[in-house]
């Protein structure tokens, strides 16, 4: 379906093309050959296996298929699609898809930046610059409604906490175990978060929790 010359393009990039050869060819960027990539997940730890021989890539994987001197060049890893990143692109030559895919896999390409992006706001990892961004968006949308004023809190009583340690069970636990549990009251852990940061001490577990709940009330606030 390539010409000998065209496929040589691609494998001089480092990428790897397996199929029949005639009418439908598969491209593959191996992991760790420069260019783009996605985050790490799951599938990229699922090698692709051809023959005797297996890949693991940190790209989608690309098909290309001739039907007469239409070359298809398909990309389409939801069902039924398409989904984030898919796509399915016709050209007239060999050249056209030589050029598409170096710009899939090595340069700028919306279609790679459309997976990408879905991908990484649905991994299942954090980093600190997700937590930094939710936050800085948090305190956006709190200057936006509350500006400079100060924020009144509802009375809305004490309420029973149980500790951060018991909050997933891990392993069984005998009927009637004890759970200890203390009193919450959001005046009171904020002002004790005040004092934490005026004597510049680090946080701990439970100034923690007690921002969760700051948060947590900070909801129904920003609700009303």
């Known amino acids: 379906m390539l010409a000998k010359q065209n496929q040589n393009i691609l494998k001089a990039k480092g990428l790897v093309i397996y199929g029949n050869g005639e009418n439908k060819l598969n491209i593959l960027k191996p992991k760790g050959v420069p260019g783009n990539f996605l985050p790490e997940d799951k599938q990229s730890q699922i090698p692709i296996r051809w023959g005797n021989r297996e ?15 239409i070359y298809s060049i398909i990309c389409w890893d939801w069902a039924p699609g398409p ?45 600190v610059t997700d937590i930094k961004n939710i936050l800085e968006k948090l305190i956006q949308q709190l200057e936006n409604k509350f500006s400079k004023s100060e924020i009144n809190f ?4 004490t309420f029973h906490k149980i500790p951060i340690d018991k909050w997933k069970v891990n392993e069984l636990i005998e009927e009637k175990t004890h759970i200890e549990i203390e009193m919450g009251f959001i005046k009171l852990e904020v002002s ?13 577990q439970k100034d923690l929790t007690y921002i969760a ?3 947590n009330e ?7």
Request: aromatic residues 12%.
């Open 55 to 69: 890949f693991f890539t940190d790209s989608p994987v690309i098909n290309v298929e001739k039907n007469e001197d």
């Open 83 to 127: 989904g984030p990143g898919d796509f399915r692109i016709e050209v007239n030559s060999e050249t056209e898809v030589v050029d598409f895919v170096i710009n899939f896999y090595f340069e700028e390409n919306v279609h790679f930046e459309a997976y990408k992006k879905d991908i990484t706001q649905n991994r299942n990892s954090i980093n």
């Open 154 to 157: 509802s009375e809305r009583g």
């Open 192 to 204: 004790m978060l005040r004092k934490k940061i005026d004597e510049n001490k680090e946080f701990d």
């Open 213 to 215: 709940d700051l948060i």
């Open 218 to 224: 900070l909801s129904f606030t920003m609700k009303k």
